[in-house]
């Protein structure tokens, strides 16, 4: 069975900074893009980034200049670097294996102000 492992959520403060992390022992990794979608409370999940096997990367445009994707395929890791954070960036966050549709547990990221 596959398994996307998240990690790094927690509780910032409104302009400050999150990592996330998704890691997989699958060898699905090397093939699929990867994605990071996110669920805010009463709203549809939806893609804050994607990024392809070779490093093609796609962003939602709420999200341009203040988030970072980025992949170790060595590591089967995909990352998420968050910037200047807002509340409204307050979710749950998911990776996705985006060819193969598995899905993480998700991580809770909390933004005060």
């Known amino acids: 069975q596959v398994q996307l492992v998240e990690s790094g959520g927690g509780l910032v403060q409104a302009g400050g900074s999150l990592r996330l992390s998704c890691a997989t022992t699958s060898r699905i990794f090397s093939f699929n893009t990867m994605g990071w979608y996110r669920q805010a409370p009463g709203k549809q999940r939806e893609l804050v980034a994607s990024?392809?096997?070779?490093?093609?990367?796609n962003y939602a445009d709420s999200m341009k200049g203040r988030f970072t994707i980025s992949r170790d395929n060595a590591k089967m890791t995909v990352y998420l670097q968050m910037n200047s954070l807002k509340p409204e960036d307050t979710a749950v966050y998911y990776c996705?294996?985006?060819?193969?549709?598995?899905w993480g547990q998700g991580t809770q990221v909390t933004v005060s102000s």
């Open positions: 990024i392809s096997s070779g490093g093609y990367t």
């Open positions: 996705k294996a985006m060819n193969s549709g598995y």
